[in-house]
């Protein structure tokens, strides 16, 4: 199953922490999709976070994140700054994508967002995120600053506008797509056994 | 629980077609609040369902929907007209707000739009919904048509600012907002037993 990240998301920080033991119990294979919601947006006319543009949608949303941590016990802080843009940690994340390491490294980028507070727009948080993890930061930050990572990057989100995203987190199980955390359950039952009963032909 | 809906949401649909059973089986008593979405899109700069306004959203919605609607065992007919006005329908529903009946009409109007796709605008086939049930619409009809609905209606609608509702399904449970069909299940436990465990002071 894809897992659609923008790791400005706030909504995607408790898909990351709760979707790999699900997937794991469903014997369901994950493949990460770091991708930019910014240019997706922009599309819409939006040049901020729906959640900035309107107040009354945002102050109800932190507050949900707030239940929704609660209730899945995960930290939360609102950060300071919202939205950070997700874009350095895409690059790294996308360099990663195919290293085991990858979900570890997406979810602490989400913590130090949403639970610490910390400037994941900033290269040096980043890094430090990598060698906290025991990992030497060089290489990963050399393949995420290549070019051929900003072209993959771009490609990412041409694919995700190609698959009708325009929201995150979104998770695509055999070309079929949910959006929101909410839907995870749903995502992954489809990635195991197909359509429910009742949407088969 | 005050169960805020706008007849023209479709995920409304959802959510009053669930709600009654899931109630009773927690005790909870509810309070239907029709209003319109309508005046409050408005102030947002919305002249249409944002459904309708960002069509990636509205495409998704609408598969998703068949989704929910096949999940929960629910007739679906993708209507021809979308959005179609609830304010006919909302004068209505609050005219009968206090009759134990309430909940019947309020499905009934959804049924006749997202699974009949009649047109729940129109005065006739409200008429003939409250015909149907064996019901007399008169009385019905001349009190949903009254100076006092109206203002009520009015009321309402600024009461739903007030609490900061900008979408709907919307539950109020001890002045505690949830929004949308996905939190059903989380605004009646709050209604039935408070606030759970990890947010209490």
Redesign the interface.
């Known amino acids: 199953m894809q897992v659609w990240i923008e790791f400005a998301s706030t909504y995607s920080y408790v898909a990351v922490e709760r979707v790999e033991p699900l997937a794991r119990e469903a014997g369901v294979t994950l493949e990460w999709r770091p991708f930019l919601l910014g240019p997706i947006f922009r599309d819409?006319g939006w040049n901020d976070s729906p959640f900035n543009l309107?107040p009354?949608?945002g102050?109800?949303m932190w507050?949900?994140m707030?239940?929704l941590c609660?209730?899945h016990?995960l930290a939360f802080r609102k950060p300071s700054q919202f939205p950070r843009s997700g874009l350095t940690a895409a690059r790294i994340a996308l360099a990663m994508a195919d290293d085991p390491r990858c979900g570890d490294f997406v979810r602490a980028v989400y913590r130090a967002n949403f639970a610490e507070d910390r400037d994941i727009a900033n290269w040096d948080v980043l890094v430090a995120l990598l060698r906290d993890m025991g990992w030497d930061p060089d290489p990963i930050v050399e393949r995420a600053s290549s070019g051929a990572i900003r072209e993959a990057l771009k490609k990412q989100n041409a694919r995700a506008v190609q698959l009708?995203?325009?929201?995150a987190p979104s998770f695509v199980a055999d070309g079929e797509?949910f959006?929101?955390q909410?839907?995870l359950e749903?995502a992954i039952a489809w990635a195991a056994d197909g359509p429910?009963a009742?949407?088969r032909a």
Chains 1, 2 share one sequence.
């Open positions: 819409q309107y009354r949608k102050a109800y507050r949900d707030q239940r609660a209730r016990g009708g995203l325009f929201g797509l959006w929101g909410d839907r749903d429910p009742g949407l």
